[in-house]
T-cell receptor
Framework: NAGVTQTPKFRVLKTGQSMTLLCAQD?????MYWYRQDPGMGLRLIHY???????AKGEVPDGYNVSRLKKQNFLLGLESAAPSQTSVYFC????????????FGPGTRLTVL | EDKVVQSPLSLVVHEGDTVTLNCSYE??????LLWYKQEKKAPTFLFML????IEKKSGRLSSILDKKELSSILNITATQTGDSAIYLC????????????FGQGTILTVHP
């Protein structure tokens, strides 16, 4: 049982390049989330999904797109990376119900030059 | 818009000290408040507090929810160097599909 995994762990991009971050969970969780963490700002929600085939915008969605084609995977895409997207990205998942905690992946450190 | 504020933002103590971390919130239809500990990587879950469970304890860590004051505290007694981490507070509102709104975090450093 691997829990929540993220690929890649580190990445350096040049401005304007694109990339996709992959999140996978093996706990059969309905809900999945993408957050970014910047110094002094805690974690902020980018996009989330309440089930396979569904996605919704979070607090800071601009410049990102997501897809949830399979229940176990949640992809975060950057179409044209900008230095402001330099951050640590965390994926999380949880089971259905109102009072369940989220389980986090190990994070991806992204630097955009 | 839901909002969470933590204080202090950073704290330096010596082993054996007791610390209290604060979290205040504004949220529509409050459902739960969660505390996470973040060391080098992913946040790990500590406690969840709800209207029906306003006090939790695990070893040297304990947490209380004050729904009247819209706040929570996390206490750590007899601190150890392994307690050094970022402590994150987050809330879940009723219309948010379980989305967490996080505070800025408190950086705790415990010196030997």
């Amino acid at each position: 049982n691997a829990g929540v995994t993220q690929t890649p762990k580190f990445r350096v991009l040049k401005t304007g390049q694109s990339m996709t971050l992959l999140c996978a969970q093996d706990m059969n969780h309905e809900y999945m989330y993408w957050y970014r963490q910047d110094p002094g700002m805690g974690l902020r929600l980018i996009h989330y999904s309440v089930g396979e085939g569904t996605t919704a915008k979070g607090e800071v969605p601009d410049g990102y797109n997501v897809s949830r084609l399979k229940k176990q995977n949640f992809l975060l895409g950057l179409e044209s990376a900008a230095p402001s997207q330099t951050s640590v990205y965390f994926c999380a998942s949880r089971s259905g119900g109102s009072y369940n905690e989220q389980f986090f992946g190990p994070g991806t450190r992204l630097t955009v030059l | 818009e839901d909002k969470v504020v933590q204080s202090p933002l950073s704290l330096v103590v010596h082993e054996g000290d007791t610390v209290t971390l604060n979290c205040s919130y504004e949220v529509t239809n409050f459902r739960s408040l969660l505390w996470y500990k973040q060391e080098k990587k992913a946040p790990t879950f500590l406690f969840m507090l709800t209207s029906s469970g306003i006090e939790k304890k695990s070893g040297r860590l304990s947490s209380i929810l004050d729904k009247k004051e819209l706040s929570s505290i996390l206490n750590i007694t007899a601190t150890q160097t392994g307690d050094s981490a970022i402590y994150l507070c987050a809330v879940v509102g009723g219309t948010s599909y379980g989305k967490l709104t996080f505070g800025q975090g408190t950086i705790l450093t415990v010196h030997p």
